[in-house]
């Protein structure tokens, strides 16, 4: 096997975030090109040189894993990091927002008893997200020395994601829109800020947290 051929059966055989996974078919080519120029140095034919820094290189099946348990890990590092960045982010700009709005400070008296916990429960339920995006982080980074199977870290990740983000969603809807309030915040101008903010980070997270499941079944 030449070594396009060959790269070109690794990289199919990877997933991952396209960025690392380039990276690491790159890095692969180079150490291959560089053994076949050595070779080609001592005498041998061109195609020759390949196929014998291809064989000493090793086959796919035995590459390939190494490869995508670092892409996997990297996966669910990118998530865990885009959440301990969003949800602060997203949580602090609410903050702010409730803090202004609404102006009539009767009306926001008046809100219904059920407004208080619900958002104490999303307040809870962020906040547990992001810390739990923070251990992944750490997991998948200095603490893989300790964890036997770190792509069940991300998988985890990404399906404790997909469940949190559903929920998110409709306590969120449920306080912008079911509380009665004299004006909605979704025509409030800091408010509509606030909410495409708030649906951008949850586009990336789903896209993280689907990232994170798929590459997990590869691996």
Do not use: H
């Amino acid at each position: 096997m030449l070594i396009d051929d060959y790269v070109s059966e690794l990289d199919r055989a990877l997933a991952g975030p396209s960025g690392a996974k380039r990276d690491l078919v790159v890095e692969a080519r180079d150490s291959l090109a560089d053994a076949a120029d050595a070779l080609e140095s001592d005498g041998l034919a061109r195609a020759e040189a390949e196929r014998l820094a291809v064989r000493e290189f090793g086959p796919i099946t035995d590459i390939a894993p190494g490869y995508q348990r670092e892409l996997t890990a990297m996966a669910g590092r990118r998530l865990g990091l885009l959440l301990l960045i969003t949800v602060p982010v997203a949580a602090l700009a609410w903050s702010m927002i409730w803090r202004f709005y609404p102006t009539d400070s009767v009306s926001w008296a008046n809100r219904p008893d059920w407004y208080s916990p619900v958002s104490r429960a999303l307040d809870l339920l962020q906040l547990a997200v992001g810390l739990y995006g923070g251990l992944c982080v750490f997991a998948l980074g200095r603490g893989t020395r300790w964890i036997r199977r770190p792509q069940l870290v991300t998988r985890w990740l990404g399906i404790v994601v997909w469940l949190a983000l559903p929920v998110t969603w409709g306590l969120s809807l449920l306080l912008t829109t079911g509380a009665d309030l004299p004006l909605n915040p979704s025509v409030f101008l800091p408010g509509m800020l606030a909410n495409l903010m708030s649906a951008a980070f949850w586009g990336l997270q789903l896209y993280g947290a689907t990232r994170c499941i798929r590459v997990t079944r590869t691996a």
